[in-house]
Antibody
Framework: EVQLVESGGGLVQRGGSLRLSCAAS????????MKWVRQAPGKGLEWVSV????????YYTDSVKGRFIISRDNSKNTLYLQLNSLRAEDTAVYFC????????????????????WGQGTTVTVSS | QSALTQPASVSGSPGQSITISCTGT?????????ISWYQQHPGKAPKLMIY???KRPSGVSNRFSGSKSGNTASLTISGLQAEDEADYYC????????????FGTGTKVTVL
């Protein structure tokens, strides 16, 4: 069974840091791009970051550039998101998701569809 | 990059068909056929319903269909059922500019 399980969320003060993890199973992890998507309380979905299968290519939404770092360890089938300089507006449920198309270093436009999602982990930034 | 525009809510009776629109620009929907749609029930993770504008993943009911015209993508649900009541989001590739991808604002579907 293809599965993604996030962990690492919690309550953190403004300006603090957290590292989220996403453990993958049931598919060849290194062959797929992986994405983080977040959802603030009562709000819509927002893409945060995506990383290619090899880890060589990364993309970020403007609001997190310079503060968040996406990475992966293909030997551990695990995706990470390092959250630094956290702000109140980063409060959200963070989902990891597997991109649909296989290929270790696809062009960025291939990462527009995500077919497997984790259950999410909640990050709360207190002021 | 602004969010794609969706109606806040759409409703229909069981058995009816409804259509959710998703309006963008030439820089996203109009420029590429790289559109996906997601269903999200309360407290749950999103589920991929449509990709490449009109293709259904394995296991998704053929009551769901997607299309695109110009800068607007659409999701149609035919034979509406109670379990279709959920939030729906469109998502598009938006090029290599400042924001590579963009979600729609989301639509709450209510089955009357």
């Amino acid at each position: 069974e293809v599965q993604l399980v996030e962990s690492g969320g919690g309550l953190v003060q403004r300006g603090g840091s957290l590292r989220l993890s996403c453990a993958a199973s049931g598919f060849t992890f290194r062959d797929y791009g992986m994405k983080w998507v977040r959802q603030a309380p009562g709000k819509g979905l927002e893409w945060v970051s995506v990383i290619s299968g090899s880890g060589n290519n990364t993309y970020y939404t403007d609001s997190v550039k310079g503060r968040f770092i996406i990475s992966r360890d293909n030997s551990k089938n695990t995706l990470y998101l390092q959250l630094n300089s956290l702000r109140a507006e980063d409060t959200a449920v963070y989902f990891c998701a597997k991109c649909l198309y296989s290929g270790s270093d696809l062009p960025g436009y291939y990462y527009y569809a995500m077919d497997v999602w984790g259950q999410g982990t909640t990050v709360t930034v207190s002021s | 990059q602004s969010a794609l525009t969706q109606p806040a809510s759409v409703s229909g009776s069981p058995g009816q068909s409804i259509t959710i629109s998703c309006t963008g620009t030439n820089s996203d929907i109009g420029g590429f056929n790289l559109i996906s749609w997601y269903q999200q029930h309360p407290g749950k993770a999103p589920k991929l319903m449509i990709y490449e504008g009109s293709k259904r993943p394995s296991g998704v009911s053929n009551r769901f269909s997607g299309s695109k015209s110009g800068n607007t993508a659409s999701l149609t649900i035919s034979g509406l059922q109670a379990e279709d009541e959920a939030d729906y989001y469109c998502y598009s590739y938006a090029g290599t500019g400042t924001s590579n991808y963009v979600f729609g604002t989301g639509t709450k579907v209510t089955v009357l």
